[in-house]
């Protein structure tokens, strides 16, 4: 998950990177004091940080063809837009943070680029005629 030149600068730092899954968080009263590990170490610990394999709930943007990007979310221009023409793709379906205000921002952003494709489009044909 991580890139060799972040695990050299975390190395750097005496940062440990440890890249075997969790079978557990073993906690005493809520607070967190060692990790159980599915190679049977347990590592004692008392805060971490946890990447998540991201994807999406529903294939459709995959099974219409959108191009994705390297962290599952569906690759969109500034308005939206994404590689299959006519589709659209907004909020938490871009692969970033999971935030309210981000996907509201996004929503309205793609909004923005549907109403640009419908004017656009509105546009082409009266003047073709």
Do not use: W, Y
């Amino acid at each position: 998950m991580l890139a060799e030149e972040e695990r050299v600068l975390l190395s750097a730092h005496s940062i440990q990177v440890i890249d075997v899954p969790i079978v557990s968080i073993e906690n005493h009263n809520g607070q967190m004091h060692s990790l159980q590990l599915t190679d049977g170490e347990r590592v004692k610990r008392e805060g971490g940080f946890v990447a998540s394999d991201s994807k999406q709930s529903a294939p459709f943007a995959e099974k219409l063809g959108c191009q994705m990007t390297k962290n599952a979310g569906i690759e969109t221009d500034s308005l939206g837009r994404t590689s299959v023409s006519g589709v659209f793709a907004c909020g938490d379906t871009l692969g970033g943070p999971a935030q309210l205000v981000l996907a509201a921002a996004a929503g309205s952003q793609a909004g923005m680029g549907v109403i640009h494709e419908l004017v656009q489009e509105a546009f082409q044909e009266k003047t073709s005629l």
